[in-house]
Structures are given as C-alpha cells and as structure tokens.
C-alpha cells in the first residue's frame, strides 16, 4: 500500500521511522559497544559514549576461559539438525493436509499447536530421567531430538499456510499429464514451496538457536550449546558487564548475521497465512 | 588394491585413534563460575602436565543453574559428572544418602590432618570425609578505612551491631552515591536468608526448638528483622531486594558502600587493584554480636566431590588431591601471589609467615574458628548449620523464607507480615514433612 | 477431487507427525500425571508414596498460587497488547516509502535473534540497575531518583523485556500483511474524503485482522510458559510480585525438589493452557477459517 508522499511528510515519516528503528535496536547496540568497553569504563557515571576506554580484552578473556568454538558448533547442528528432521517429517504431512484436506484438518492442526502449550518446567524431571535411561543425556542427537518435537507444530503450521497458497489447478494439471505422486511432489511442489519450506527453515533455526531450557537442563559439555555458555558468564562474581556483553554478543552475532542477511527470505516467509 | 590399502590405513588409524582415547580417562568436573573456580581453570597446565592420562572437561555454570543441575544429576544418579562442587550444606545430607564416594583414601600427601577442623568437621558423616575444601569461608565486615576516618570513628575489631547502625549513619552520604550499608536483599537459601539467618543467631533466634517447632513467631525474630529492615533502608542502596554477593561486590568494589557484611573470600576481591577501585581502602572487622555470646558469621566451604555414580572415580580422586593439595595454594602463590589463594581451607596456610602478611589473613581464620555449626545458636536447636538447617527441606523452606523477607525489605510488606508469614510457611511444610505434628 | 486412494495417502503422510507429536505429549504427560499424585521429593528419596490430591491442594492453598495466576494471564495479555498496538503503528510506519527500508528493518527485527537469557540480563544490568544502569542514569541526568524497576515494578519490568523480545515478530507479520492491501482502495477511500482515522478504522485495521489474529496466536503459545526471562531478572520477587505459574512450578522443581508437587502444577498448567486455548479458538478460529 506504499504511496507517494509530500517531499515533507517524507521528511518526518523517514526521522520518525528511523527514530523508532533505533530505539529498538539500541539494546543490542549499547550491549556491543558496552562489550569493547573496559570494566570500569562500562559502569562510568555518566555513561561513556565515546570517550570510554576501548578494548578487545573482554573477548579475549571470554575467549580464553571457554571453548566458544564447541559450543558454537553444538548451537550450529543442534539448530540446523532438528530443523533438517523437523522438516522431514512435517512437509509430508503439511503437504496432505493442504492438499487432501478432511473435515478434521483444523483441528488437527490446532491440537498439533496446543502441545507446544505444556509449560517445559513441568515435564523437566520426567523426561530427564528418559533420557537418562535411554543414554541421551549430553547428547547431540538427544537434543536435535527435543527441539524437533517442540518446533514441529510450528513447522507444520507454517508450511500448511505455504503450500494451501499453491493453487490447485497446477496440481490438477500435473496429475493430467500423469506426473506420479513423487513427480507431483518434486517437480511441480518443490519449485512453488521453495521460498515457504526456506522460511520455515530460517525461523527454526532460530527458535531452536535461541531455546535456553533443555539445552542447558539436558547438557553438560559434550552437547553444550550456546545458551549454555551463556549461563557461566551470567552473575559472577565482581565488575563483569563488559565481559557479560562480550559473551552475550558472541552467543548472538551468528544467528543476528544469519538473520540480517537472510532476513528477506525470512520476512517474505513470516506470515502464518495472515495475508489472504 | 588400492582400495584395501586405504582401507587398511584408515583402520589402522582409527585404532590407533581408539587407543590413545582408551589410554586416556576423561573426567567432566562441574563447578560454580565464581574467581577462584576460574582461576583453577586456567592453572590446568600444570595438572596435564603430572597427569596426562586425565583429561579434564570443564561445566562452569551460574551458581543456581549449577545447583539445579547437579542435584538433578545426582538424586536420579544420571552419572553426568565425576567431581561436582557442593557447598558444607549438602555434604551431609548427600553423603548420608549414599550418594557420594568416600574420600577418605586420599593418598597421604593430601594431609587430612592439616585441614581446618571447622571446616572438615563440615565435610565428614561418622568418621567419613565426602568432599574435600576447595576454599572455606565466614562472614565478617569489609568497610572503608577512608570514610570511616573522615567520619571521625575507628571500627573496632569486634563491633556490636550498634556500632554498625552508628557507622552506617555516620558514612551514608546519598548525594554522593555511597551507602553506609550493604546487605544481601535477593531472595535465596544461599542468599539473603543465609545472610539474615547468620545475623539471627547473634540476636539469640533460632529457626527451630528442639521439637522442630518454627520459631518466627519469637521476640528474637521480631528484633532481628526489625534492625534489618530499619539498617537497610536508613542506610542501604535502593533497590537492595535484588542484590545478592555478586551484586554487593560489585557496588563495593565501585565504592558504593561503606559497609558491606559478606563472605570472607570476598576481602581478596575488594582489596585487588585491578577489579577494586577501592582496593587500598578496605579494613575487617569481625561479624556483628548483640553481647548475646554468639557473633553474626556463618560458615561455608565450597568443596570437590565425587558422585557414587561417576564411572572415574581414581581420576577424580587424582583430581580432587590435586586442587585441594597444599601445593595447589602454592602453584597460585607463585603465579598470582598469596592473596589470591583460595583461603579457609588449611591450617598450614593460616601458620605460613608469608600469608600471615595479607592483611585479611587473620580476619578470616579467626571468623571460621569461631562459628560452630554443631551449636549455632543461643538456645539449643535439634539442627546442625549456622546460615542453613541442614534437612533436604531447607533448600525450599529457606527460599520461600528468603522471598518474604526481599518482599519485606522492597516494602511490600512489614516485619510483622513477613514474620507472620514465615512463621506460617515454614510450620506448614515442616507438618508436611513429617518433623512435627 | 481427491479420491480414495489420495486420501489413504495423506493420512500415511500425516501419520509420522501425529504419531511423534503423540508420543511427545502422551508419555511426559501421563509421567506427570503419576507423579502429581506421588509424594516424590528428588532430596528425600526415602519417603515416597501416594499422597492423593495432597499435591493439588498445596497449590490451591498456596497464598501465591492466584496471584501466579493472574501474573501468567498479565503477562500474556500485556505483552499481547504492547505488541500487537506499538506493532500496527510501527508497520504502519515503516510501511511508508522512507529513506533505507531495507536497513531499517534490519535494526527493528534485531530483537528477535536475541536469545531470552541474554535479553534478560542486557535489560537488567545495562538498563535497569538501580546504580549502574543507563535509565538510571537519564533519571539522575535530570536530577530524578532512578526508578526501582525490578523492585517497585518488577511485573512491568518483566512485561517490557518480553514485549521487546516479541515486538518484531508482531510488527513483520503485520508488515506483511499490511504491503497486501492494495493502494487503490486506500486512495478511493481518501477521494471520497475518509480521513486518516476513518481509513484506517475502516480499512486498514478489518484488513489486519487475520494478521492479528496469527500474532495472537503464536504468541500466546510461547507467552504462557515464560519463565526464563523472570529467572533471569527477578526471581520471581520481591516475594512473590512477578511469579507466573510456570515460575512457582520451576521453583517446587528446583528449589524444593518437589517433583510431585511441580508435577501437579504442571497439570494445572496445562489445563490452563488448554482453557485459554479454548477460548482462544472460540474467539479467533473465526477468523482463520476463510
């Protein structure tokens, strides 16, 4: 619905726009500029703006008092290996659902998000102690396995809304020519569901990147992801702001990267079926 | 050919991958994230180097977290970890469970004899010792020798809580950002109920009669939480309901507070130039008393332990005599000298003429030889702990105490609501346990 | 069209899914049940036994269990009205033709990647602390007393941390919607002299709707078991002014080790889950089905 404006009410929407922008973002500015602030320049009175002490030492402390690279590569193929599962199992049945809808669909689909709705505290012991018993604890797949479970409703909601957006006809149109089923699914699916399966993807992996319960409940150092090395840097002892906003942003920077340069195929995906 | 050379190259590969893996043990020691902790990590050269065969991996959490983690683990005996640190609150209780290996066969040069008694007499269940002092600690007053001089007032060597109060007046000085008092207000066993349960003891509390009876509803409690409140809020920083020992340190450390009653290990962090900008400026005094025979100090002592399901437990062991060894105290001697030590734990330390000369050294050994957790408080109690009771319910009880007394301190409610409340609680959960009728 | 064969292949498609989502919910479902009626304290391992509706009861008579209560629906809903409104305005914003769209969505989604913990902690220490914090510095700046966000308002102060978390969610799906509705209706609407609050009124919001509808919805599924950020923050506190239900059961969990009792407040919440749910579905599932 994007209209010409008077160069003038150009002029305000645009500092007005970019005003809220910032004051938004700012949290996550002033943690990276706290991050490369000494200690006692990040506690200054007044805040120091630009004239703080300027450092690299915080990273290199955080650096050299864990192994960040495990725990990042732990995030990277827990987040990137449930969503990969994740979407295994829901594209097929998303993919029915769309196409072959029976009555009970909606609420199937419903039901299928209701689950998401059992508060994670109140199973920890539980499924702690299965996962004892099945060998999982501190594993990777254990985890992969957790977090494909949590985020599969919202997967299959997703692709759900993709796919029922594939106008039938073209499906029609396929079975004609006698495409079979999987040729239906490959060649003519695929191509029209790219972008929507690719959304879907992205928003996964972040949700699962970000998730904080399990992968520290579940862990201890084998599987230990991010969220995890986050949790030995919160609340120690003495002045530790600087090193705080140092490891909160080297827990953050990959999935904020992954985020900002994706970001169109994430905001193109991100509608849930609300635009119609 | 060539197909099954390669073949046969990588199998030979992979075994000889399998036994260098097999020839090594691997243990995972989880441990609280706090300086000294940090500090042993990174001395860790020293430990491949006489043990090779041991590799340590390393879960450093977040006190809390950590707790919650390690107690998961052990209760349900999920055999994650192969040494975890505990605190003289769960030794017992844990090792009379059955839940955690012996220590008693430590090799000789461990020196069992040489820990402190207080605090070994902390660690051991009928003649068995089931985790080893990583570092102990009391509590005692850190304050600032500069304001209290300005203010015209020496602090005496064993200050009377109103010699606190008059202190507290005398240093606060709001304009300029420094509070005359820091106290723990966040909400916690381990936190402020610690604190405050310490501090009861030298106003002649206690949390229970020999009969397990709650005792909220006493004149002693009455007093007790009306001088804390009242301290808190005349002197203490705003929004103190939320500072626990980290946050405390912190202001301290940027010279917030005139004042701060806090754990021993704490004098290392206050008086260390490079965190403290007040490091020259700090003086110790004992904990607080009311004259009534008992001082306000409790006693702790964050220790190594094995769980009776880790599958390692010689490389534990191994372990274990290493970080609590007298020649771990002086491996950090020698690269960051004696006031960094872990303290509390070894009476050779406290006799080492070299230690003698940091200034908290004496302070601090005379603080831990005068608590008494077998008899805490004025009146006899059925219970062992000076901050804490040690039954498996404490852990919920205190915090749920703890939470009153923050939402009283925040001004949510008054001493008599809190206490009232408390005292409701806690009588509540002790008939649901069991321990009354 | 679809025939007897296409529908026996949809199920098969469908089964994998339901079946998992089956198991995940039944098995540490039904555990909790068992347990919410078993006296199980992980510290006391000795004592166990059934306890009936022991368990329930703790929480009903808990003096803080409807204060929890009324926390997780305040929390919910304030969040969901934060989101949603500061979300339309700020679509409807940067909806306009400004000076780098692309950049200045970039820095409004930026909230999204930022994992809760770290949220929690960067608002508490960089912005909220009553001493060190940058509001308390401003406060101090124009020579006001620093407000005690944590501890005069800690409910508040919790509602605003998730707000900023979830805001750019709320706001792209808006976005989305909004880039949907054609130009021509807005501008026969401005010819036949509608003014600004009448199309949007009239146009703009029925046409938001099922967005709406959406960000309610996903939302409130994540909103009803937020407990890290108040873990993180408050605790819970002062006493017990920011607990949520989720909250009161991870402290029986953790601090207590009660796993009987959390076990029966992990019923209670599920099926508080489920009334809202149903509510939810009542009054929104309207609009979805079109």
């Known amino acids: 619905m994007a209209r010409a404006l008077s160069p003038r009410r150009q002029l305000v929407t645009t500092l007005a726009a970019w005003t809220v922008a910032l004051l938004i973002f700012f949290p996550v500015l002033w943690m990276i500029l706290t991050s490369f602030k000494t200690e006692a320049s990040a506690v200054a009175m007044p805040p120091q703006f630009l004239s703080a002490d300027w450092t690299l030492e915080n990273y290199a402390e955080v650096w050299a008092r864990s192994d960040y690279p495990r725990f990042f590569w732990n995030s990277v193929v827990i987040a990137v290996g449930s969503t990969l599962l994740g979407l295994l199992v829901a594209i097929p049945s998303a993919w029915a659902m769309a196409f072959v809808p029976g009555q009970r669909t909606r609420d199937l689909l419903m039901w299928m998000l209701s689950t998401k709705m059992m508060p994670a505290v109140a199973v920890m012991v539980p499924l702690y102690l299965i996962f004892q018993r099945l060998g999982l604890l501190d594993s990777r797949i254990g985890l992969v396995i957790v977090l494909m479970l949590m985020n599969l409703p919202i997967i299959v909601w997703m692709l759900y809304t993709y796919f029922k957006e594939i106008p039938g006809e073209i499906l029609e149109a396929a079975r004609m020519d006698g495409a079979s089923l999987w040729n239906e699914i490959v060649h003519v699916l695929t191509p029209m569901a790219l972008p929507g399966i690719a959304s879907t993807m992205l928003l996964n992996i972040i949700l699962a990147w970000n998730e904080a319960f399990w992968t520290i409940v579940l862990t201890t150092t084998k599987a230990a992801p991010l969220s995890a090395f986050i949790a030995s840097f919160s609340a120690p002892q003495g002045l530790f702001y600087a090193k705080l906003s140092a490891a909160s942003a080297m827990a953050i920077l990959p999935i904020l990267i992954l985020g900002w340069f994706s970001q169109k195929q994430l905001v193109r995906g991100l509608t849930f079926g609300a635009v119609k | 050919m060539t197909i099954s050379l390669g073949a046969l190259l990588g199998a030979t590969a992979s075994l000889a991958l399998s036994g260098a893996a097999m020839a090594q043990t691997t243990i995972t020691v989880a441990t609280v994230n706090n300086g000294d902790m940090v500090r042993m990590q990174g001395l860790m050269d020293d430990f491949n180097a006489k043990h090779p065969d041991i590799k340590v991996e390393w879960v450093t959490l977040e006190e809390n977290v950590l707790r919650q983690n390690v107690t998961t683990d052990i209760a349900t005996g999920g055999g994650q970890y192969d040494v975890i640190t505990i605190g003289t609150y769960e030794v017992p209780i844990w090792g009379k469970q059955g839940w955690l290996e012996s220590l008693n066969d430590l090799p000789a040069d461990y020196d069992v004899d040489d820990l402190l008694p207080a605090i070994r007499g902390g660690l051991t269940v009928d003649g068995t010792l089931y985790a080893s002092p990583f570092y102990g600690e009391s509590s005692m007053v850190m304050y600032r020798t500069d304001l209290m001089e300005a203010a015209g007032m020496t602090m005496p060597e064993a200050p009377t809580w109103a010699d606190i109060e008059k202190a507290a007046a005398a240093m606060t000085n709001k304009d300029a950002g420094i509070y005359g008092v820091c106290l723990r207000g966040k909400a916690g066993w381990g936190e402020n109920t610690a604190f405050i349960t310490a501090m009861s003891n030298s106003f002649g509390a206690r949390w229970f009669d020999e009969n397990w009876v709650p005792q909220f509803d006493q004149p002693e409690w009455k007093a007790t939480i009306d001088f804390y409140l009242n301290l808190m809020n005349n002197y203490g920083p705003p929004g103190a309901s939320n500072n626990g020992f980290n946050e405390n340190l912190t202001l301290f450390q940027q010279g917030k507070c005139g004042m701060w009653i806090d754990a021993t290990v704490a004098a290392s962090f206050v008086t260390n130039p490079k965190d403290s900008t007040v490091a020259d400026k700090v003086g110790f005094a004992l904990a607080p008393d009311n004259g009534l025979g008992k001082r306000g100090n409790w006693l702790w002592a964050w220790s190594l332990a094995i769980p009776a399901s880790s599958d390692a437990k010689d490389a534990a062991k191994t372990f274990i005599n290493w970080a609590t060894n007298k020649d771990y105290l002086a491996l950090v001697a020698s690269k960051e000298g004696w006031a960094n030590v872990p303290p509390g734990t070894r009476t050779s330390l406290y006799e080492n003429p070299e230690y003698q000369k940091v200034p908290f050294a004496k302070m601090t050994l005379e603080s831990i030889n005068s608590a008494d957790p077998n008899n805490p408080t004025v009146k006899p109690v059925p219970y062992v702990g000076v901050q804490f009771v040690a039954i498996p319910e404490f852990q919920g009880i205190g915090t749920t105490v703890g939470e009153i007394f923050s939402a009283a301190l925040a001004g949510q409610k008054t001493a008599d609501q809190a206490l009232a409340e408390a005292q409701a609680v806690v009588t509540e959960e002790m008939k649901a346990s069991g321990y009354i009728q | ?290």
């Not at chain 3, 339901?18 to 039904?30: C, D, G, H, K, R």
């Not at chain 3, 803080?64 to 304030?78: E, K, R, S, Y």
Request: proline letters at 5%.
């Open chain 3, 1 to 290: 069209m679809s025939t007897q064969s296409s529908r026996f292949a949809a199920r098969l498609m469908v089964a994998p899914s339901v079946a998992l989502l089956l198991i995940w919910m039944i098995v540490p479902l039904a555990m909790t049940l068992y347990y919410s009626f078993r006296l199980y304290r992980l510290l006391s391992p000795d004592r166990t036994g059934w306890v009936g509706f022991n368990n329930y009861l703790w929480f009903f008579n808990s003096p803080d269990f409807w204060l929890a209560l009324f926390n997780t629906l305040a929390l919910v809903g304030g969040v969901l009205v934060i989101t949603v409104t500061l979300g339309i305005l700020i679509a409807l914003l940067i909806d306009q033709p400004v000076k780098g769209q692309g950049f200045l969505r970039i820095l409004v989604i930026a909230p999204f990647f930022v994992m809760p913990p770290v949220a929690a902690s960067i608002w508490e220490n960089l912005f909220m602390h009553p001493q060190n914090g940058l509001f308390s510095a401003v406060a101090r700046g124009f020579g006001a007393q620093p407000i005690l966000f944590l501890e005069q308002y800690p409910m508040w102060s919790v509602i605003g941390i998730v707000s900023w978390e979830w805001l750019p969610f709320a706001t792209l799906i808006l976005l989305t919607a909004l880039q949907s509705l054609s130009s021509e209706q807005l501008e026969a609407a401005e010819m036949d002299g509608a003014g600004a609050f009448a199309r949007f009124r009239y146009i703009i919001l029925p046409h938001l709707t099922r967005a709406i509808t959406v960000v309610i919805l996903i939302q409130t599924i994540f909103l009803l078991g937020i407990f890290g950020e108040i873990f993180t923050t408050t605790q819970g506190g002062p006493g017990s002014a920011s607990t949520t239900l989720p909250y009161m059961i991870f402290k029986q969990a953790i601090a207590a080790k009660d796993i009987g009792r959390a076990a029966a407040g992990g019923i209670i919440a599920v099926i508080l889950a489920n009334i809202v749910a149903y509510f939810l579905m009542r009054g929104l599932g309207r609009n979805l089905n079109s």
